[in-house]
């Protein structure tokens, strides 16, 4: 494949896990270095870029639920993790040269704007990384459902879902060496195997509104960049019937 993307405006999905450090807590400033080295790579090729980023490595909202504490309080515990993620990231984003936003749907004004849509695909079209944080701003959903809604509201050409696996599977691979990977999947099959890529409010409002999804390891170097030139890389979700199997 070529250098050129193929791609002109794009939304990554962080999980937190993304940026933890040791056993999966905090976060590790030389995975943020190294995530922002990736995502220069691809700005260099002139695509614009939105990210959103989970809160798992501080606190996850459903685990403190089931520990007792009222799910709404949890929830929006978990979403000023997500804030604190995306700080940590817009740092190490600027100190490679990339002029970055942190939008927040929880007002927090002092570090962060507050979220509109307009000033949001402002920032993109001058070209800085926009970092959507602070989840939908409601209890309730997850940043799963955050990077759907704002890669449909700002425009975004795809949502490249970043994870620790190289793609969508048939079964858990760690648990079932038999588990094929797909290359390509409807939303609607994703829905009816339960195969958890995102949750189904997710997928469902990217069913909708046609948009796409490509599930891919972001913990490989190269990876990121060699997707958006056109690598066959992860799996792609979309609104196609054609279920692809590799090797198949």
Do not use: W
């Not at 995502?39 to 639920?65: C, F, Q, Y």
């Not at 490249?160 to 648990?175: E, I, Q």
Request: glycine letters at 8%.
């Amino acid at each position: 494949m070529g250098t050129e993307a193929k791609y002109k405006r794009i939304l990554i999905k962080l999980s937190g896990e993304a940026l933890a450090g040791e056993g999966e807590f905090g976060i590790d400033t030389n995975k943020a270095h190294s995530l922002a080295e990736e995502i220069k790579e691809v700005h260099d090729l002139g695509v614009e870029i939105a990210l959103v980023v989970g809160g798992g490595n501080i606190i996850r909202g459903t685990n403190l639920a089931k520990a007792g504490i009222d799910r709404a309080t949890a929830d929006y515990m978990g979403m000023l993790a997500t804030i604190q993620n995306a700080l940590a990231l817009q740092d190490a984003c600027e100190k490679k040269g990339l002029y970055t936003r942190v939008q927040s749907a929880i007002e927090i004004n002092s570090i962060a704007e507050s979220y509109i849509r307009r000033r949001a695909v402002r920032h993109l079209e001058k070209r800085r990384i926009v970092i959507f944080a602070g989840g939908t701003g409601n209890p309730y959903f997850t940043t799963d459902t955050t990077a759907s809604l704002r890669a449909v509201e700002v425009g975004c050409d795809v949502i490249l879902k970043a994870t620790k696996v190289d793609g969508v599977y048939t079964a858990d691979p760690k648990k079932d060496n038999t588990a094929q990977r797909y290359s390509q999947i409807s939303f609607m099959e994703s829905i009816n195997r339960r195969l958890k890529v995102m949750d189904s409010t997710a997928l469902s409002l990217c069913m909708e509104n046609n948009m796409s999804i490509i599930v891919f390891d972001i913990f490989k170097r190269g990876n990121l960049k060699d997707l958006i030139t056109g690598n066959n890389i992860g799996t792609l979700i979309s609104n196609s019937e054609d279920i692809q199997i590799d090797g198949k």
